[in-house]
Structures are given as C-alpha cells and as structure tokens.
C-alpha cells in the first residue's frame, strides 16, 4: 500500500478509501473532489482530500481520535502526519492532517467534518468536481457528468462570503491550467476579484 499515491486510478482511490474506513472505523468516509475529477480526465492530481465525518458525541470520534486515526492511517501509506486547524469559514469543517508522502506534503489531505461528507458533495463549487469515490464505486451528481459531456465547467457556489470567493478564484485558475479548451461558466465575478488567496486549498 506504501506506493497507492503514485499511479492514479479510480479503483486505487477505492482502494485507499476502503483502508482509509478500516482506520477511522466508519463507514462516512469518501475521496472527493480534485483526485476523482482529474484521474477521470487524466489530467495531474494535486493531491488526494478524503473527507471523514466527525460524531463528537460517539465514542470513538473525537479530537484525540481523529489524531490517533490520521496517524496509523498515515504509516499505513507510508506517510507522515502534519496537523494544521481547518481554514478560517470552511462550513463544518473541523479538523485538517496534510500527509506527506513520497516526499510530497499534503500529497494525501484528511478532511475531519460535521455529517455524512457525500451531503456536501453536491454544494463543492465547481460542478466537474461534485465526484466521489468509496471502497464500492465512483458517483457523481447530474451536474457533474453534464459538465464532463459538454466540457463546460460552470461555477455553482453555496457560499459567497470573501474568502470562500477568494478560494473558489485559486480553484478557477488551477482548473484552467489543467482544463485547457474547456469553457468556464459564471466566472466573471472571480475573474473581476484582484487579491489572491494565500492559504492551502482544498481539493
């Protein structure tokens, strides 16, 4: 499992989100996002986020837990750990471990957050990226799959405060350098935006 990170496939994604699940013991737990998306269109993966829910009242799902999980998950892959807080107004997200691996920091993101993390799939900002994997398969929402048939990258954002804009900028022109000749809908008010966001991003 040590090299899982190096040769990007869907079914090796399903591969790390199923021992993924086996060390957080749940069930709430995909790869989302950028991997999925950019394995499908073969284009270069900046890094794989895996989104796991956080139930602060179970047993078993706490701050110390999420520590303890992040860790052996890591030296699983063949990682090592970093935490760092959740960025400033990222919706229900908690807590963050960018694991370096094979040299890369942050090659592999784990994202703690509040609920099943597929109800967040449909509200990522971009419709090419509402993908996801688990252990059983890849899924998608309508938007997706219409954005992949058209080549037509449309900007759907759930929140509109500064720097959720200003993340959603940085997300444009990183999908614009790896989406060349595709079109880029209802950007014009990232386009219009002129500071750039200084914080890692996810997905």
């Known amino acids: ?16 989100c199923a021992l993924a699940r086996g060390h957080f013991q749940s069930s709430k737990v995909i790869i989302s996002g950028g991997a999925p998306r950019d394995v499908l269109s073969g284009a270069p993966v900046k890094d794989i986020d895996i989104f796991v829910a956080i139930d602060m009242g179970q047993l078993g799902q706490t701050d110390s837990d999420f520590v303890k999980f992040c860790t052996t998950f890591a030296a ?33 993101q784990v994202i703690g957050g509040d609920g099943d993390p597929v109800d967040g799939v449909p509200k990522y900002d971009f419709d090419l990226s509402q993908v996801f994997v688990t252990p059983h ?67």
């Open 1 to 16: 499992m040590n090299n899982i990170c190096n040769a990007h496939t869907i079914e090796k994604l399903q591969a790390m």
């Open 76 to 108: 699983a892959i063949g990682g090592q750990p970093e935490f760092r807080p959740s960025v400033e107004n990222y919706v229900n997200c908690f807590d963050l471990c960018d694991i370096t691996q094979n040299g890369v920091k942050g090659a592999v």
């Open 137 to 203: 398969g890849l899924f998608g929402t309508a938007a997706a799959w219409q954005a992949r048939a058209s080549k037509t990258i449309t900007f759907t954002p759930s929140a509109f405060d500064d720097k959720a804009m200003l993340r959603s900028k940085a997300r444009l022109e990183r999908l614009r350098a790896k989406y060349p000749g595709w079109t880029f809908a209802n950007v014009e008010g990232l386009d219009a935006l002129e500071q750039i966001l200084e914080e890692p991003a996810l997905f």
